[in-house]
């Protein structure tokens, strides 16, 4: 049988249980971040608001429980937080593709969708914007509406949000299909050189395609450009 002091252990000493705080210090590669160590050597990288709601905010602070639960929730959410916002530096994304991103590292879809809630509330996150903005650069570049469609229903925006995006694009940049998918044709013909006109006229459908553009508006720019480059009618012509 056990002895009785054995089976007793003694309390931590006031400001050195495992709860207990041991330094915190502001993150010298985290803007905004400060980085809490307990006694127990666990680390966490929160932000200050978290730090004043644990009241963890000096070397020998007691936490119980709970305060540890809430920091070790708030450290992974602020982490998440940050990789969105290094992702989001480096170009447009919208939610979805941050998601998709994020879950690399993290397969609590919950920690997720708090942290990418966060950044929707204070503006960093915006599908809206991302639809808008990409439409915009999608349609200059050549590429059809429902082409831009396609590519913004693939990363996640929301069909109406899509819809107006594409809509007011067009409206704000004077969008013509026609012209657009004709100056695209010009282009390509250039860049093809000569080729026999069947394999011409193959290439430039299904580059134009690609594009999104349909079938009426590519039959009748190729009628128009396949005339020109060829100098003679083509077979268009005569559908």
């Known amino acids: 049988m056990s002895s009785p002091s054995a089976l007793f252990v003694p309390p931590p000493e006031p400001g050195s249980g ?7 210090l502001e993150s010298s590669r985290r803007p905004e ?5 307990l006694a127990d050597g ?9 730090l004043s709601e644990t009241g963890a905010t000096r070397a020998g602070v007691q936490l119980d429980t709970d305060a540890v639960a809430y920091l070790v929730r708030e450290s992974a959410i602020t982490d998440l937080s940050d990789r969105a916002i290094n992702a989001l530096a480096r170009g447009r994304k919208t939610r979805r593709e941050l998601e998709v991103r994020l879950r690399r590292v993290q397969p609590d879809v919950s920690l997720i969708g708090e942290a990418l809630d966060r950044l929707t509330a204070i503006g960093v996150l915006s599908d809206e914007e991302v639809a808008h903005a990409e439409a915009a650069a999608r349609l200059r570049r050549g590429e059809a509406p429902a082409k831009v469609r396609q590519v913004l229903r693939r990363k996640g925006v929301e069909g109406r949000m899509v819809n107006e995006a594409v809509s007011a694009a067009v409206s704000e940049d004077g969008f013509d299909e026609l012209v657009s998918c004709r100056a695209l044709a010009e282009k390509r013909v250039r860049a093809l050189g000569a080729k026999e006109p069947a394999v011409l006229r193959r290439r430039l459908v299904a580059f134009l395609q690609r594009r999104g553009f349909g079938g009426s508006v590519i039959g009748q720019v190729l009628r128009e450009v396949l005339r020109e480059v060829l100098g003679r009618q083509t077979e268009y012509d005569n559908e």
């Open 18 to 24: 495992p709860g207990t705080v041991k330094n915190v």
């Open 42 to 50: 666990r680390t966490f990288t929160v932000a200050i608001g978290a």
């Open 33 to 37: 971040r400060f980085v809490l160590t």
